[in-house]
Structures are given as structure tokens and as C-alpha cells.
């Protein structure tokens, strides 16, 4: 063993007493397993004064130290240490693990002359030193055990260890079972009899063989056959890094008792060694490469194919070492490579031109899996794209996309509905019946389908029709509550035609009909409320609403009759006054949410509903200020109100919010976008400020959505910006007028937003187009409108205002960049500048 | 383990039943309150692979990373557990040749 540097010898106090501090100091070094340290620090103790728990600690310093050895297969040095150890502590040499490194080490001979010493012990003592030179005898040579004396219980039972091993090794378990029946409970090999049992069941019976290994004391004279039965019996995922603490033979024992062919040793051997920390998918590929020959049965090429999309650049090394690699495989792997790097753009033309290889090489156009893998990879293209829009709704391309994957594959029940669902959420009810029949010539009896045909009916106004499907549903699906619904509505909306027709009769048919399928209490409400509209007489009607009110509230009850009042001619306040609601009277949570959700319902820009919510507003403004709304229910109202252009409720609403969460970044959204979202260029400096630290609030908060709103509200009141490093995407380059012409020239000649968008296409580049169309969430009239206004915009700069800054006399210094938002993700084209002066009258005077 | 194939034990070329009779035997032999982790991975690996379009998906967008302890199940899907010799045993008592 080298000599090693010392460590610094520990303080001793004059005189020869020792202070407590350095044997405490001794004590935390052992206890840390600082053995070294230790040793160093009881031997300085012990130059003082020989204290027999400094001796035994100098003992254990030694022991922890050697065993530390022994671990890294330095076993000669572990041997040399114990000596010594022996030697300064005066501790018999036959202790621990000595007998063990002896034989590990090829000195039976050395360990067998212990035998003559174990006679010599205390009758006490000899139980426990054969137990330990028990492996010693058993591997020895019969030469050398021939002066034993016959009766010593290490030769007593030594024929029958061996025999257990040989029937263990031949598989003969009547054999076994009489050699280890032959080793008694003390023997010195009793440890055996647990093992071999163990080791016979390993394969056969795991269970069995761990409930036996666990009956193996620790660190006996048998542990390295412990051990290797240990990792055999490991999982799966476990048994390889268990490996790395077994020395040679006990890995190659194990790798035996696994089946594992030679050829493939030195490969688990290599893998064995990177458990450690985790290898990469380069690494792993290269080891494979490195193995190649012996990874048979067909499985090195798919575990390099799987490695591959991430480590692309093993590409070329992939086609000079396997079986070559087809096209569309190329084509899969670079698609995938470059969606793990976040790259869609880069992995959308590999996804295109794996559906051209997979749906029109005639190769593979015969075999339905292959379009059906086409249309698999249309479909994820879709997602991708439909996932930028904030509502799901498909783009151009996704709409194309599903629409080819069903010609590839038809049988996708999800996409046809997809497509259905798209079609009537954007309006388009022609298109969705066409693609609805054509989906249900294919699923005629499918609930969700006819479901949705229900959805497509009722959007067309065909009620009756709408109510007929619905039933058919609900024979396929009796506890369809959504259907449930939709027929009540579709009688209810029937009701409402034949009462504008004066037909009261018929009416009150569908309201009754209605009545039975319709069940919560609102719904009830509304039921009765238009009966109300469809009685025979006032009486009859002014009771009906009477008590329609007193079952919605006084808001609700007040909101659907002015909703409905159009039909029956009455004047607002007459309605009211003959339906009994007090307008005066305050409205609950619960009204206040009903109404919130029912105007979410109802379309945008509704001149009737303007008038109805302006009748309504001394109620809400009361609401506002009394009701204890939670945050949700805070933000379901607001938004209701906004998105009706009730500024002034909405800033109502909002504030008692921001009273009880102050400096909320949704409250202090909904507040500016209520009072500057239609003029946002008249939003104070002070204001953008408020709102571009809320920005970042919300974006450390995680409130993404809340964050992108006020970065397209702040976006929208810096206006136009003349800076390169404004978010704009590099491949726009500067707009010159003469492309500017161009661009208009475009719209003009081109038939429609498809038209214009795909010259915007091609004129921007993919990369930028495809950049431009996420960012405004994908929808496509959002798009077209969005690339209209930045041309727009910046012919306003550039014939308008050149230079922009001098045009501006009040313009203030821009503000350091520090305090410029972040653009949120998926964010369009936003400013982040703030303006000089958000109000420039000089701009908007003319 | 990240093979759906392999966590359920059916070969790539299993069909649904196959498929769905593995998953059954597997969450028996293993419900969520014994091991709720080994239930998870057999219930994320059924539903990666229960039908054909879920197959052929897997095969093509599946991204899951390659460990050291993969590739070794793999490599030792063919192995046969085997006993051990005399000679491996002594030399791992500390006889030698």
C-alpha cells in the first residue's frame, strides 16, 4: 500500500491530559466514515494515553477502512490494513471478513492455518471462528485438510456442502434436498442451506427464493453468494446497477444464472457501467453501434430507430452500420427529431412529405396501414395547429388536413365529428350538413353523430327536426341529460315562432312539451314565462309571469321578460308593471351568475339586449356594489358584460372586485379593457404603466391567459411602433411602399381571405407566415384581418409620419427597456414599446 | 420500462383481445392498491396500444426515451435463465482453478 499524506495531527493539551475535544472529534470522523481521518486522529489519542474506547474505536477505524478496500477490490491492501489492525489494537487477525479476503485473494492455505489456532479458543469462541473458515474448507483442496482431526465440525459436514453444491449445479433436487438435510441447524455451513435453496428456485420461483435468502444473516461466511442471489432476484429496471457492487465473479455468476450468452457479456458489462448517471440517447446509440454484432435476433435496428429522433446526428452512422433506412422512416425520425427540439415549423414539411410517401407511393398506397398512417400524421398536424387557437377552432390547413385524412381513412368517427362540430361553430350549417351526412352514412345509429346533428338542426332554426334527432338519441342513450336539454330548447325555440305567428295554440303544445323536459328552475321559469306570452287572456297571462318572476327572481325574471317582451308588443315598463317585478329590489348572487352565464349564451352586439341590460342597469350597478361575488363568479360577470359592451357595468363589477383583491391582474384587465379596449389609444401613460406591471405580475402568477390580454390590450395602446426589435418577425423585413402597393394591390385582386392569405404565404415565407398565423391563434380571418391592419399601419407611418418621433411635439423620453412587457407566448405581432404619449391629438384630429 | 408492448407482455403483433387480456391479467395481478405505480404503467401502457389506430400511432409519434435498463430488457428477452456451474460456484467462495 503507497503511503498516503497524513492528516493534520489533532491538538493535544500540554501536560499529557487530554482535552474532550479531539476524542469527540475522533468519535464524528468514525461516525462519518472518514476512516482514514479516524485513524489518524485515535492514533494521535492513543500516542498519549492507551484508553481502551480509544483502542476499540482505532479497532473500528480500521474495520470501516478495510472493508472500504476490500469494496473497491483492493484486496491486498484490506488485507495488509487488518494485519495492522490486529497488530496496534491487539485484536485477533480470525475476526470479520479476513477469512473471506484470504480466499478472494487465493490464500486458502494462509486461511486454512487459522484451523490450528481455532482449537487453542475458548470452546465458546470455536463455534464462531470455524463458521467463519468454513468457506475455506469447503473450497480447499482434500491435500490440504488431511491433518484435520476428523471430528472437527468443519470436515464433519463438509462432503455434505459439497454435494449440495454439485446437486445445486446439476439441477437434482432430490440431491439437494438429502445434502442439505444432511447439514445441521449448527453446522458451520447451516448458512447453505438457506442459499442453495435460493439459488435452486431463483428462476422457477422468485418469491420463494427471496423469503429463503432473507432468512441469511448479514455479512456471514457465505455473503458473496448473498449478494449475487441479491441482484439476481432484483427487478427488472434494478438488477443492472446491482451488478456494479459485485466483484468479477459474482458478475459473472450472475450473468450465468441470467442466461446471458458470452457474446453479449462485455455489451451488459458496458451498460452496467453507465447506470450511474443517466446515458444519453447518443451515448446509448453509439454503445450499440459499438456491439452491433452482438445485439442479434433482429432488435439493434428498432432500438436505433427509437434512438434516433434524439440523436439525428447519428443519422449517417444509422445508414452506414444497419440495414438501410426507407424514406418515409427518414422522414418520421427528422419530423420527430424536430418537434423535441420545439421546432413545429421544421417539422411540419417532414410530416407533409411522410403522407405523400405513405398515401401515394403505390408501394405502399395498397395497404390500408399505410393510410391510415397518413391520416394519423394529418391529424396530428391539425392538433398542432388547432392547439394555437385560443378556442380549438381549426385553421385553413387543419380543416384541409382532417378533411384529406378521411379520405385516407374514413372510419375515424372523431375527425367527421371534429370537422361537423368546426363547420357549425364557425357558421357554416351548409357545409356542416354536408359533412354531417356524409358522416352518417357511415355511423347512421352513433349517438354522439345524430347528437351533433341535433346541435347543426337547432343552428339552423329547424326545431322540429332538431327535436326529432334529439329523440333518436336519447333511444341510443336514454340519460343523455345534454339532449335532454336541447330538446326542451329546440320546443321552446318552436314555441317562440308560433307565438310571433299568433298561433297560441300550437305554442302552448311546444311549451308543454317543453315543460317535460326541461327540469331546473330557471329553465321552468322560462317555460312558464313564455306560456305567459302564449295565454288566452291578460289574466291568464299576467298570472303566468307573476309567477315566473317569482321563480326566476326579480333580475332573471326581469332580463327574460324584456328578452321576450319584443314578441307581445308591451312597452318595457308595462311588462314589468304587469309581471310584478320590482326593479328596486335587490338581486342575488345566484340571479347575478344565471344572468351572466345566459348573456354568454346570447350573440355579441344584440341591439335588444342592449336596450333589456340598460333597463336592467340601476339593478346591476346595485349588484355590484352589494353582492359578494367570489373571484370567478366576479370574472364570469365581468366578462358577460364586456363581451356586450357594457363598459360601464363592467368597470362597476370589476372595481368592487379590485376593492377585495387589489391590483388582481384579470380585475385590473377587465377595468382597462372596459374603459380604453375600444380606444385604446387614449390610454394615459400612468394607465400602461398600471398595466404593464399587472403584465408581469400575471405572467409570474401563471396567469398566461390574463397576461397575453394585456399584452395585446398594451399592444393595441402603444399603436404602431417605428423600432426593429419590436416583436415583428425578422422575415417581414421593412415594409417598403412599394411592397406595401403590392400587398393592397393583392387584397384587392384576390377573391377572399383564402386567397389572400395563401399570397400572404407565399410572400412571407413559411416560416414567418406560419409564425404570424400562430400567433393569432390560427383562425384565419384573424389572420388576414391582422395582415391587412400591419400593412395598413405602416403605410400610415410611412406617408404620414416620417419620422414618426418628430411628429410628436409632447413626445416624452421612451422609458428604459426594462419596463417594456414581455410578450406572452402565442402572442401576435405585439408592441412592446411603450408610446411617447398615448393621446396624439395630432394624429387622430384630422 | 417505457414499452407499452413489453409492459403488458404481448408481442408487437398482438391484436385487441390479446392486448386487453394482458391488461386484465396484469391489473389483477397487480391492483392500484398493492402497487399504485406498477398499475399506472400497465394502465398508461393499455392505453397506448389498445386498438389498431392507437398502435399505429404509437409506432409513429412515440418519443419516449431509451434507458440502459430498455436496452437491456431488450437484449435479454431472449435469455434462458440457466443454473450455474460447480466450478462458477467455488470460484466465487474463493476456490481457485
Given at each position: 500500500m ?32 472518514r ?18 474506547e ?71 469462541a ?10 475455506a ?62 439459488l ?47 466483484d468479477?465473479?459474482?458478475?459473472t ?5 441470467k442466461?446471458?450468452p ?16 443517466a446515458?444519453t ?55 420527430l ?18 403522407v ?65 362540430r ?65 330538446i ?28 317535460t ?32 318572476v ?14 321576450e ?8 315598463r308595462?311588462?314589468?308593471?304587469r ?32 336596450a ?22 366576479h370574472v ?32 385590473v ?29 400575471a ?58 392569405l ?83 391629438p ?5 | ?57 404509437h ?7 431509451v ?21 462458477a ?9
Amino acid at each position: 500500500m503507497s503511503r498516503k499524506k497524513k492528516t493534520k495531527p489533532t491538538p493535544v493539551v500540554a501536560g499529557g491530559a487530554v482535552s474532550a475535544g479531539p476524542a469527540d472529534l475522533a468519535e464524528v470522523t468514525l461516525a462519518a466514515a472518514r476512516y482514514k481521518d479516524a485513524i489518524e486522529q485515535f492514533k494521535e489519542l492513543l500516542k498519549r494515553e492507551r484508553r481502551p474506547e480509544w483502542l476499540e474505536g482505532l479497532a473500528a477505524a480500521y474495520t470501516g477502512r478495510a472493508e472500504q478496500l476490500a469494496a473497491k477490490g483492493m484486496i491486498k491492501e484490506a488485507l495488509a490494513l487488518w494485519r495492522t489492525r490486529s497488530d496496534a489494537c491487539n485484536v485477533p487477525l480470525l475476526d470479520g471478513r479476513y477469512v473471506g479476503w484470504l480466499l478472494k485473494n487465493g490464500q486458502v492455505e494462509q486461511a486454512l492455518g487459522f484451523l490450528a489456532a481455532v482449537e487453542k479458543l475458548p470452546p465458546e469462541a470455536q463455534a464462531a471462528a470455524q463458521t467463519q473458515l468454513a468457506p475455506a474448507v469447503l473450497v480447499a483442496p482434500d491435500a490440504l485438510l488431511a491433518g484435520l482431526a476428523a471430528d472437527s465440525p468443519v470436515l464433519q459436514h463438509r462432503a455434505a456442502a459439497r454435494a449440495a453444491l454439485a446437486a445445486c449445479a446439476h439441477g437434482d433436487e432430490a440431491a439437494l434436498a438429502a445434502a442439505l438435510q444432511a447439514i445441521s441447524f449448527r453446522s458451520p455451513y447451516r448458512d447453505l442451506r438457506p442459499l442453495l435453496r435460493a439459488l435452486s428456485l431463483h428462476a422457477s420461483d422468485p418469491q420463494q427464493a427471496a423469503s429463503a435468502l432473507a432468512r441469511v444473516p448479514e455479512k456471514g461466511p457465505f455473503e458473496p453468494l448473498a449478494q449475487v442471489l441479491q441482484v439476481c432476484l432484483m427487478p427488472a429496471g434494478e438488477w443492472l446497477a446491482g451488478l456494479r457492487g459485485l466483484d468479477e465473479a459474482g458478475r459473472t455468476l450472475v450473468l450465468d444464472l441470467k442466461g446471458c450468452p458470452p457474446a453479449q457479456r462485455a455489451l451488459v458489462l458496458d451498460l452496467m457501467a453507465r447506470t450511474g448517471d443517466a446515458p444519453t440517447p447518443v451515448e446509448l446509440f453509439d454503445l450499440a453501434m459499438r456491439h452491433c454484432r452482438a445485439m442479434t435476433g433482429g432488435i439493434v435496428r428498432p432500438l436505433c430507430l427509437r434512438l434516433l429522433p434524439h440523436a439525428p446526428q447519428r443519422l449517417d452512422a444509422f445508414r452506414a452500420n444497419l440495414p438501410p433506412l426507407a424514406a418515409a422512416e427518414q422522414e418520421r425520425v427528422l419530423a420527430l427529431a424536430a418537434e423535441l427540439k420545439q421546432d413545429p415549423d421544421r417539422a411540419e414539411p417532414h410530416w407533409l412529405r411522410l403522407v405523400k410517401l405513405l398515401s401515394a407511393t403505390p408501394a405502399t398506397s395498397a395497404t390500408p396501414a399505410g393510410q391510415q398512417r397518413a391520416a394519423l400524421v394529418l391529424r396530428r398536424l391539425a392538433d398542432e395547429h388547432s392547439h394555437h387557437s385560443p378556442d380549438g377552432s381549426l385553421c385553413a390547413h387543419a380543416q384541409d388536413w382532417l378533411a384529406q385524412s378521411l379520405k385516407l381513412d374514413p372510419a375515424d368517427r372523431a375527425t367527421h365529428l371534429r370537422l361537423v362540430r368546426d363547420a357549425r361553430l364557425h357558421g357554416s350549417l351548409k357545409q356542416a350538413r354536408s359533412l354531417l351526412d356524409a358522416a352518417r352514412e357511415r355511423f347512421p345509429d352513433d349517438a354522439p353523430l345524430l347528437q351533433e346533428a341535433v346541435e347543426v338542426a337547432l343552428a339552423a332554426g329547424a326545431f322540429k327536426k332538431a327535436a326529432g334527432l334529439a329523440k333518436q338519441v336519447l333511444q341510443l342513450d336514454p340519460i343523455n341529460p345534454r339532449v335532454r336539454t336541447l330538446i326542451g330548447r329546440a320546443h321552446l325555440s318552436h314555441a317562440r315562432k308560433q307565438i310571433d305567428a299568433h298561433n297560441r295554440a300550437a305554442a302552448r303544445r311546444e311549451l308543454d312539451e317543453a315543460a317535460t323536459w326541461l327540469r331546473s328552475a330557471d329553465e321552468r321559469g322560462l317555460v312558464r314565462l313564455l306560456q305567459g306570452f302564449a295565454a288566452e287572456s291578460a289574466a291568464a297571462a299576467d298570472s303566468l309571469w307573476h309567477e315566473a318572476v317569482a321563480e326566476l327572481g326579480p333580475l332573471l325574471g326581469a332580463f327574460h321578460l324584456l328578452m321576450e317582451g319584443g314578441r307581445s308588443g308591451l312597452e318595457a315598463r308595462v311588462l314589468l308593471g304587469r309581471a310584478g317585478v320590482d326593479l328596486a329590489a335587490p338581486p342575488s348572487v345566484e340571479q347575478t351568475v344565471a344572468l351572466a352565464q345566459g348573456l354568454n349564451l346570447l350573440p355579441e352586439r344584440d341591439r335588444a339586449l342592449h336596450a333589456v341590460l340598460a333597463a336592467l342597469r340601476g339593478m346591476l350597478e346595485r349588484a355590484a356594489g352589494a353582492l359578494h361575488l367570489s373571484e370567478s363568479e366576479h370574472v364570469l360577470v365581468c366578462e358577460a358584460l364586456l363581451r356586450h359592451e357594457q363598459q360601464a357595468l363592467t368597470r362597476r363589477f370589476a372595481k368592487a372586485a379590485l376593492e377585495r383583491w387589489p391590483q388582481r391582474p384579470v380585475f385590473v384587465y377587465l377595468d382597462a379593457a372596459a374603459q380604453y379596449g375600444a380606444q385604446p389609444w387614449r390610454m394615459p401613460r400612468h394607465e400602461w404603466q398600471r398595466l404593464d406591471r399587472v403584465f408581469e405580475q400575471a405572467q409570474d402568477e401563471g396567469d398566461q391567459r390574463t397576461a397575453r390580454r394585456l399584452s395585446k390590450l398594451l399592444g393595441a395602446a402603444a399603436g404602431p411602433d417605428d423600432d426593429d426589435d419590436d416583436g415583428f418577425p425578422a422575415d417581414l423585413g421593412e415594409p417598403g411602399a412599394a411592397g406595401i402597393g403590392d400587398a393592397m394591390d393583392m387584397i384587392e385582386a384576390s377573391g377572399g381571405e383564402d386567397a389572400f392569405l395563401d399570397v400572404a404565404r407565399r410572400r412571407l415565407g413559411k416560416a414567418a407566415f406560419d409564425r404570424l398565423r400562430r400567433d393569432v391563434g390560427g383562425n384565419k380571418k384573424q389572420l388576414a384581418q391582422a395582415l391587412a391592419e400591419l400593412l395598413l399601419v405602416a403605410e400610415q407611418e410611412l406617408k404620414q409620419l416620417p419620422p414618426p418621433r418628430a411628429a410628436w411635439p409632447n413626445a416624452a423620453p421612451k422609458p428604459a427597456p426594462k419596463a417594456a412587457p414581455k410578450p406572452a407566448p402565442k402572442t401576435p405581432a405585439v408592441r412592446t414599446v411603450p408610446p411617447a404619449t398615448l393621446v396624439q391629438p395630432d394624429l387622430f384630429d384630422d | 420500462m417505457t414499452d407499452p408492448y413489453r409492459q403488458l407482455g404481448v408481442p408487437e403483433t398482438a391484436d385487441d383481445e390479446t392486448i386487453r387480456a394482458a391488461y386484465l391479467a396484469a391489473i389483477r395481478a397487480c391492483p392500484p392498491e398493492r402497487d399504485r405505480q406498477r398499475f399506472e404503467q400497465v394502465r398508461a401502457a393499455y392505453e397506448a396500444i389498445a386498438s389498431q389506430p392507437q398502435r399505429l400511432a404509437h409506432a409513429l409519434f412515440d418519443t419516449s426515451l431509451v434507458t440502459a435498463e430498455d436496452l437491456l430488457e431488450v437484449l435479454s428477452a431472449g435469455w434462458q435463465a440457466a443454473r450455474p456451474t460447480e466450478a462458477a460456484l467455488y470460484r466465487l467462495l474463493g476456490g481457485h482453478d
